[in-house]
Nanobody
Framework: QLQLVESGGGLVQPGGSLRLSCAAS????????IGWFRQAPGKEREGISC????????NYADSVKGRFTISRDKAKNTVYLQMNSLKPEDTAIYYC?????????????????WGQGTQVTVSS
Protein backbone atom coordinates (compact mmCIF):
# COMPACT_ATOMS: atom_id res chain seq x y z
CA GLN A 1 0.00 0.00 0.00
CA LEU A 2 1.32 3.41 -0.97
CA GLN A 3 2.60 5.62 1.82
CA LEU A 4 3.91 9.17 1.43
CA VAL A 5 6.32 11.06 3.68
CA GLU A 6 7.10 14.74 3.27
CA SER A 7 10.32 16.39 4.41
CA GLY A 8 12.36 19.51 3.84
CA GLY A 9 10.27 22.09 5.62
CA GLY A 10 11.68 24.66 7.98
CA LEU A 11 12.13 28.32 8.76
CA VAL A 12 13.35 30.55 5.94
CA GLN A 13 13.60 34.29 5.42
CA PRO A 14 11.49 36.07 2.81
CA GLY A 15 13.09 35.67 -0.59
CA GLY A 16 14.71 32.40 0.39
CA SER A 17 14.30 28.91 -0.98
CA LEU A 18 13.38 25.45 0.23
CA ARG A 19 13.02 22.09 -1.47
CA LEU A 20 10.34 19.78 -0.19
CA SER A 21 10.48 16.04 -0.79
CA CYS A 22 7.64 13.55 -1.02
CA ALA A 23 9.08 10.08 -0.66
CA ALA A 24 6.94 7.06 -1.46
CA SER A 25 7.03 3.52 -0.14
CA UNK A 26 4.90 0.48 -0.78
CA UNK A 27 4.42 1.23 -4.48
CA UNK A 28 6.04 2.97 -7.39
CA UNK A 29 5.10 6.60 -7.86
CA UNK A 30 5.12 5.95 -11.62
CA UNK A 31 1.48 4.91 -11.36
CA UNK A 32 0.31 8.01 -9.52
CA UNK A 33 -0.31 11.65 -10.18
CA ILE A 34 1.18 13.55 -7.25
CA GLY A 35 -0.07 16.83 -5.92
CA TRP A 36 1.30 19.33 -3.43
CA PHE A 37 -1.09 21.17 -1.14
CA ARG A 38 -0.80 23.55 1.76
CA GLN A 39 -2.92 24.65 4.65
CA ALA A 40 -2.38 27.79 6.69
CA PRO A 41 -3.98 28.28 10.11
CA GLY A 42 -7.65 29.14 9.78
CA LYS A 43 -7.67 28.57 6.02
CA GLU A 44 -8.84 25.81 3.74
CA ARG A 45 -6.40 23.39 2.18
CA GLU A 46 -5.09 24.85 -1.08
CA GLY A 47 -3.83 22.95 -4.09
CA ILE A 48 -0.58 24.42 -5.38
CA SER A 49 0.96 22.00 -7.87
CA CYS A 50 0.76 18.54 -9.42
CA UNK A 51 2.65 16.30 -11.78
CA UNK A 52 0.88 13.71 -13.90
CA UNK A 53 1.74 10.01 -13.80
CA UNK A 54 1.75 9.72 -17.60
CA UNK A 55 3.68 12.27 -19.58
CA UNK A 56 4.72 14.26 -16.54
CA UNK A 57 2.65 17.32 -17.32
CA UNK A 58 2.50 19.84 -14.50
CA ASN A 59 0.06 22.38 -13.17
CA TYR A 60 0.47 25.28 -10.74
CA ALA A 61 -1.78 27.56 -8.78
CA ASP A 62 -1.49 31.21 -9.78
CA SER A 63 -0.19 32.03 -6.31
CA VAL A 64 3.01 30.02 -6.88
CA LYS A 65 3.43 30.06 -10.65
CA GLY A 66 6.92 31.16 -11.63
CA ARG A 67 8.27 30.59 -8.11
CA PHE A 68 7.65 26.89 -7.42
CA THR A 69 8.71 23.92 -9.54
CA ILE A 70 7.50 20.35 -9.17
CA SER A 71 9.61 17.43 -10.39
CA ARG A 72 9.81 13.67 -10.13
CA ASP A 73 12.84 11.41 -9.58
CA LYS A 74 11.76 7.93 -10.58
CA ALA A 75 14.96 6.29 -9.36
CA LYS A 76 14.38 7.68 -5.86
CA ASN A 77 10.59 7.22 -6.00
CA THR A 78 10.32 10.82 -4.86
CA VAL A 79 8.57 13.98 -5.98
CA TYR A 80 10.07 17.36 -5.16
CA LEU A 81 8.72 20.86 -4.80
CA GLN A 82 11.38 23.52 -5.29
CA MET A 83 10.18 26.76 -3.73
CA ASN A 84 11.96 29.99 -4.57
CA SER A 85 11.30 33.64 -3.73
CA LEU A 86 9.34 32.60 -0.69
CA LYS A 87 6.92 35.05 0.88
CA PRO A 88 5.41 35.22 4.38
CA GLU A 89 2.06 34.21 2.87
CA ASP A 90 3.63 30.89 1.83
CA THR A 91 3.73 29.91 5.50
CA ALA A 92 1.68 26.74 5.93
CA ILE A 93 1.83 23.02 6.44
CA TYR A 94 2.65 21.43 3.10
CA TYR A 95 1.27 18.05 2.12
CA CYS A 96 1.77 15.74 -0.81
CA UNK A 97 -0.93 13.36 -1.98
CA UNK A 98 -1.56 10.83 -4.72
CA UNK A 99 -4.29 9.94 -7.20
CA UNK A 100 -4.38 7.02 -9.63
CA UNK A 101 -5.77 9.00 -12.54
CA UNK A 102 -3.25 10.50 -14.94
CA UNK A 103 -4.89 13.91 -15.26
CA UNK A 104 -3.08 16.54 -13.22
CA UNK A 105 -5.56 18.52 -11.14
CA UNK A 106 -4.94 20.45 -7.94
CA UNK A 107 -8.20 19.87 -6.13
CA UNK A 108 -7.69 18.23 -2.72
CA UNK A 109 -10.89 16.18 -3.08
CA UNK A 110 -9.37 14.32 -6.05
CA UNK A 111 -6.56 12.80 -3.98
CA UNK A 112 -6.74 9.75 -1.78
CA UNK A 113 -3.45 9.00 -0.01
CA TRP A 114 -1.87 11.83 1.95
CA GLY A 115 1.37 12.35 3.79
CA GLN A 116 1.59 13.77 7.30
CA GLY A 117 2.75 17.22 6.21
CA THR A 118 5.82 19.38 6.76
CA GLN A 119 5.81 22.89 8.22
CA VAL A 120 7.13 25.79 6.17
CA THR A 121 7.54 29.13 7.91
CA VAL A 122 8.64 32.22 6.02
CA SER A 123 9.61 34.99 8.41
CA SER A 124 12.37 37.45 9.10
Amino acid sequence: QLQLVESGGGLVQPGGSLRLSCAASGSSLDYYTIGWFRQAPGKEREGISCIASIGGSTNYADSVKGRFTISRDKAKNTVYLQMNSLKPEDTAIYYCASRLFSICVIMPSEYGVWGQGTQVTVSS
